[in-house]
């Protein structure tokens, strides 16, 4: 069952990747790239899996496995919701010794049973992972007898960690919401409109979604679910009656666009929230398609008096930033399709970009990013070893990295000024008002006093 | 009275109270020197470790991972053993290779130890690095269990199982992973009032006490060298502190006839007491006047204090190791401990003085708390959500600790360390004492008068 689903995953044909590769490397699939024993980093594919739903904010989220997998990752990302706050309990079956010798599921019946009757969710979600795989266990088999038993969805999640990456997880986490949520319920016909959208590979980290629903509430574009950015299951359920779909984060959830557009026929268009031009295109993108399915064509114009107004607004408040953060060199260290979506952000701010890193990225994400930087290809560079990293960082060939968590204290301990724009930052960056928060933000970083103070040598390595 | 200890047949565990035995492992090993950790497992395993790690620490985190995937589970992983040993002696340089087990590959049930000499013989590649095997299945104990594991395979494979001649001013410091970095320092300095130098092991204080180093390292950046494990057997005494650490002590003690003493966290007055006694008998001298300072200052500490922790009810929650002092802290200033958890089940927790103590979860700890009306909750940082539910005051201790800065320097032992938790403890129940009189009349700061 899972070897069917890994096999469709890869061959994903709107997958950027995928196309680019030889029929060969086809075959490997997407799940042993990058494993190399000894130098590999990375999460598993039940993380990507729990990353892509556990922003489904009112369900139970049940992690089937001993205790590294829930007990060392619960409660660690910053998707941010609008109300219920069940999805940032931890669930887990912390399965024991015995357990792995009898089997894990009549635990893993008895667990939900009880999730449902202490905190009454609209669904449990379900996740395997690799020991419980490993002994057999059909969590798929247990959730259909608890779907069928409590009267509640109990919904398997496929991805154990050891199938791939977190890349292939957030895939499977889409196959999942496509087998099981999406399109088991009809709204009422009454309250289906053509401005209906959905957008899929959202997050809603640090609440970013807050940065455009009121950009698209002035539109009267309403987000019938977020895929699963501050997501209800209901919603979920009902999503296939949106009218366009945006997807985000490069080719993370790409299945789930193509085949909604595949079985509902709701078209869809790939987008990005980050930077000013990135937004305005999105919100033109987005108002065009609902156009073209029936929304009134004012709504072009409608758009494009909003996108003036706003970038102008957004301009005046970046401007005293922009001129205290000209000239200064960014070491862009992220992937996907960050690696050009933020540099043309940053060029905005008349920063250079020394390097951007093109790890993750697709080919198209590649192009767009030589484009951007003036098909210079020395600055698209694949994984920076951290020796050179710290070289790079404390010979000032930056003044500030943008980066994830991972290198955080490479550039720190090189004194350098960081800024995180992965998973775990600690502030929102979408839309207008996101891009005026980074520009001040990168402004607080690199302009800190603080520099000064800690690269002085102390007072007695000062030769005289 | 001894505390009954409370094993519920829960199914789901909520809010879980434990982190991983191989995460306990791979935390030990970086307070070895220009250490790598290797997790043999599936790389997932890893980057969570890592991640918490790292967000705990406020470090970077040099951990690897054998890499598996299904196939090389069910086959055998003794190749990716063999291929990621090699590749992080090529790039990282590192002096020692810690490898921990996971879930995953205890599971299929390999005996990755007695392959190491194979393995270190066909590669030339391995000559100059030591290389070390704990085997720590996820699903048996937690963070101090994973840790204890590590401790005792470091000792079996680096301590010479030999008497050497002793050396009166040395003793061994055995620490459990309830100690800081700062904690480990704390240790050294009392030590070395009495005249003692201490080796640590494993030492933390070395490697992730949050210091800049002037060049990049790919390893661990201090900690126990391989050297320092060899003159183990010369040290007049060994303390092991916490009682996690009673088997790595014995192995030790075998190995090499130093004696070993077991000592509580020295968390707490008499608690610390034992420290000194213990170093006066080894040492043979007496309290420096330093200390008996010490010992006053925290016996008006907990004069001051205890206005304000009696009568309270506070629900602890912590790693045995940890659990006990704080137990004894709490009852010992007039506070009562209605609910009581911890990770698994030891011996020790019949001596926590409460009535009854749960092996359970956060989900544990929030119930109790509310039908007890708490006035405290005491754990790690993920009781901030129970905290926010609940509307009652964390105090954090323990690991993980995600949200706060300085974790690695807070001092909790010696008389130093007790005197300052008492009062910071304190301090949050005055807090919430000025929260109750601004809520009845209003009149908020009349006790907060700067004294
Ligand atoms: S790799 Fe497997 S065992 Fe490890 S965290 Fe991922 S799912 Fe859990």
């Known amino acids: 069952m899972l070897k069917d689903k890994l096999a469709d995953v890869f061959n994903e044909p709107d997958c950027a990747t995928n196309q680019a590769k030889s029929a060969a490397d086809k075959k490997k699939g997407c799940a042993i790239k990058g494993l190399q024993p000894g130098a590999a980093a990375g999460g598993c594919a039940f993380d990507g899996a729990k990353i892509a739903l556990q922003p489904v904010v009112d369900v139970a989220h049940l992690v089937h496995g001993p205790i590294a997998c829930e007990g060392n990752a619960w409660d660690n990302r910053h998707s941010g919701s609008s109300g219920p706050q069940l999805y940032r309990m931890g669930f887990t079956t912390d399965l024991t010794e015995l357990d792995v010798i009898h089997g894990g599921e009549k635990k893993l019946w008895k667990a939900i049973k009880e999730i449902i009757a202490k905190y009454d969710p609209p669904a449990v979600f379900v996740y395997q992972t690799c020991v419980p795989a490993l002994i057999g266990d059909d969590v798929k088999k247990v959730c259909m007898v608890a779907t069928e038993k409590l009267g509640i969805p109990v919904i398997p999640v496929d991805a154990p960690g050891f199938v791939g990456s977190k890349n292939l997880g957030n895939k499977l986490a889409g196959e999942t919401l496509l087998d099981y949520v999406i399109g088991t319920a009809e709204p009422d016909p009454d309250d289906i409109r053509p401005t209906d959208i959905n957008l899929i590979g959202e997050y809603n980290l640090v609440g970013e979604l807050g940065q455009i629903i009121p950009l698209l509430d002035e539109l009267g574009i309403r987000i019938r679910a977020g895929i699963t950015g501050d997501a209800r299951y209901r919603d979920l359920t009902m999503c296939h009656r949106a009218s366009v779909n945006m997807l985000l984060c490069g080719q993370a959830m790409i299945n789930v666009a193509r085949k909604m557009q595949e079985r509902w026929g709701i078209p869809y268009f790939e987008g990005s929230f980050y930077g000013i031009e990135d937004t305005s295109a999105a919100l033109r993108n987005m108002a065009a398609l609902c156009v073209q399915q029936g929304a009134a064509p004012d709504l072009i114009e409608r758009t494009d008096a909003l996108i003036a107004r706003e970038e102008a607004r957004c301009w005046d408040r970046i401007r005293p930033h922009a001129d205290r953060l000209k000239g200064r060199k960014v070491l862009l260290y992220t992937g996907g399709h960050k690696t050009w979506s933020v540099v043309s952000a940053l060029h905005e701010m008349g920063m250079e970009v020394v390097r951007t890193s093109v790890r993750k990225a697709t080919e198209t994400d590649k192009a767009k990013a030589l484009d951007l930087m003036e098909g210079n290809e020395d600055a698209l560079v694949q994984a920076i070893p951290n020796p050179e990293m710290y070289r790079m960082l404390r010979e000032g060939e930056a003044d500030i990295m943008l980066s994830g968590g991972r290198t955080q204290f490479v550039a720190l301990k090189a004194r350098t000024a960081w800024l995180d724009i992965n998973q775990e930052r600690l502030y929102a960056y979408a839309g207008y008002d996101g891009m005026v928060e980074l520009v001040k933000r990168m402004d607080l970083a690199v302009n800190n006093p603080v520099w000064a103070q800690v690269r002085a040598p102390a007072p007695w390595e000062v030769s005289p | ?451």
Request: with cysteine; aromatic share 6%.
């Open chain 2, 1 to 451: 009275m001894n505390a009954a200890v409370l094993t519920p047949r829960k199914a789901a565990s909520v809010n879980p109270l434990k982190s991983s035995a191989p995460l306990g492992a791979a935390m030990a090993y970086l307070g070895m020197a220009e250490c790598q950790p290797l997790f043999h497992g599936s790389q997932g395993c890893t980057a969570f470790a890592m991640v918490l790690m790292v967000r705990h620490f406020r470090e970077a985190i040099p951990v690897q991972t054998t890499a598996m995937n299904e196939i090389s589970t069910i086959l055998g992983g003794m190749d990716h053993v063999e291929q990621a040993l090699v590749t992080i002696a090529t790039r990282a340089k590192p002096k020692l290779i810690g490898i921990c087990s996971t879930g995953l590959t205890e599971t299929r049930g390999e005996d990755v130890g007695p392959e190491l000499k194979i393995l270190k013989a066909r590669n030339p590649e391995l000559a100059d690095v030591g290389v070390v095997f704990a085997a720590t299945p996820d699903y048996a104990g937690g963070l101090q269990e994973g840790w204890a594991i590590a401790v005792t395979a470091l000792i079996e494979a680096f301590v010479p199982a030999e008497k050497l001649p002793t050396d009166r001013d040395q003793i061994t410091i055995l620490a459990s992973s309830a100690l800081t970095p700062g904690d480990i320092d704390e240790l050294r300095d009392i030590t070395e009032a009495f005249g003692l130098s201490a080796i640590v092991l494993p030492d933390l204080s070395g490697s992730l006490d949050g210091h800049v180093p002037d060049a990049y390292q790919g390893t661990s950046y201090g900690g126990t060298t391989l050297e320092d494990m060899r003159r183990l057997g010369a040290s007049a005494a060994t303390l092991a502190f916490g009682a996690s650490l009673r088997r790595p002590a014995e192995v030790l003690e075998a190995r090499t006839g130093v004696p070993s003493r077991v000592l509580d966290l020295p968390l707490g007055l008499e608690a610390a007491d034992a420290l000194i006694v213990a170093l006066t008998e080894i040492s043979g001298r007496p309290v420096p006047n330093r200390l008996r300072r010490q010992r006053s200052q925290v016996v008006d500490a907990l004069l001051d204090s205890h206005f304000y922790y009696g009568g309270k009810s506070v629900a602890l929650a912590a790693e045995p190791d940890l659990l006990l002092p704080w137990a004894r802290l709490f009852a010992g200033l007039g506070a009562e401990l209605p609910v009581v958890i911890s990770t698994v089940n030891t011996p020790e927790l019949a001596a926590v003085p409460a009535a009854s103590v749960t092996v359970g979860d956060l989900e544990d700890l929030e119930h109790g708390a509310a039908e007890a009306r708490c006035d405290l909750l005491v754990t790690h940082a993920h009781g901030r959500q129970a905290s926010a539910r609940l509307g009652i005051p964390l105090y954090r201790m323990g690991f993980p600790m995600f949200d706060r800065v300085g974790n690695q320097h807070r001092v909790s032992v010696g008389y130093r360390g007790t005197r300052d938790r008492v009062f910071e403890v304190a301090n949050l129940f005055l807090e919430s004492l000025d929260h109750e009189h601004e809520g009845e009349d209003g009149h908020a700061g009349s006790h907060t008068a700067p004294g």
